[in-house]
């Protein structure tokens, strides 16, 4: 991948109703292989797919997502970090940090990282009551330092750790480990409530990672955060599965819940596609 990534989309409002305002945040790039966008052949072979495929798919959008409730903020992943200093994807594990390296490209400019992008859009970092991490993917950690206030939400067994893991990123922080015992919502059978009214909640989405979480705004039409349950709303439709996913039978049964919220008129919000307009 020699070009530059394109200039950085507008954020997107894809919700504001009932004093609840959703606003879909592009924060960067990532660039990877195409094996690792989707592999298709036998699941035990991807990562060496991913390995030696030397083509590199189309620059992908990182998003936050920002939830503005009366009763509080909440902030749906963080992306990367503009600087990435020696041992930035690591954790400590040169393995790691030399995989990051070479297979993926993670660029952030200047003034566009998710501080920066939520302070342009009247929120300071502080304001940020709760922060959820879908997942401990280094795209979606690395502002995490800015947002120092927040309550940290990580899904279970995500910090226990798995290969590719940022889990060094929330040591130290106040974290919140969902249990799931709040009933449904939109569809989901369990969930853990993130603002007191019931309204945001989250919910797992595993599949892509051990503990992927999603984040449901309630209403007459649901808005479900969705994360990495897949890269593009084509490939959701068609349960592609990205090559990087931890297990694909989980992640395409992950899909077609979401699928059914989506066809339901409900709204499903990815990490790294442009938000369908609302
Ligand atoms: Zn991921
Ligand atoms: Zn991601």
């Known amino acids: 991948m020699r070009s530059p990534p394109p200039p950085d989309p507008d954020p997107v409002v894809v919700r504001d109703e009932s004093g609840v ?3 879909v945040i592009p924060v960067g790039w990532v660039g990877v292989r195409r094996s690792h966008v ?12 991913i390995a030696v495929d030397r083509r590199w798919a189309p620059w992908l959008p990182v998003n936050v997502v920002l939830i503005e409730h009366r009763r509080g903020i909440v902030l749906v992943d963080t992306g990367e970090a503009v600087d990435q200093p020696p041992g930035h994807f690591g954790c400590g594990d ?23 992008r939520l302070r342009a859009l009247g929120v300071a970092p502080d304001a940020v009551d709760t922060v959820v991490l879908t997942h401990l993917h280094g795209d979606h950690t690395g502002n995490l330092p800015a947002f120092a206030r927040a309550e940290v939400v990580v899904g279970p067994g995500e ?6 893991a940022t889990a060094c990123r929330v040591t130290g922080r106040r974290l919140v480990r969902p249990r799931f015992e709040d009933g449904g919502i939109a569809g989901f059978a369990r969930s853990t409530t993130l ?6 909640r989250a919910v797992p989405l595993p599949g892509h990672t051990i503990g992927h979480l999603g984040v449901v705004v309630d209403g007459a ?17 068609r349960r592609g599965t990205p090559g990087v996913a931890r297990d694909r039978t989980e992640n395409r049964r992950t899909q077609e819940r979401l699928d059914t919220v989506a066809r339901a008129g409900g709204q499903v ?4 596609a442009a938000p369908d307009a609302p």
């Open 94 to 116: 040169r393995v790691q940090e030399s995989i990051y390296r070479r297979y993926l490209r993670l660029p952030v400019r200047a003034g566009a990282d998710a501080p920066a």
């Open 38 to 49: 989707e592999f298709g052949g036998p699941w035990s072979l991807r990562y060496a797919a």
């Open 21 to 23: 305002r959703v606003t």
């Open 159 to 164: 910090v226990e750790g798995y290969p590719g």
């Open 195 to 200: 603002v007191d009214d019931g309204s945001v």
């Open 221 to 237: 039409r649901p808005t479900v955060i969705a994360g990495d349950a897949a890269l593009s709303y084509e490939q959701l439709r």
């Open 269 to 272: 919000v990815l990490s790294h």
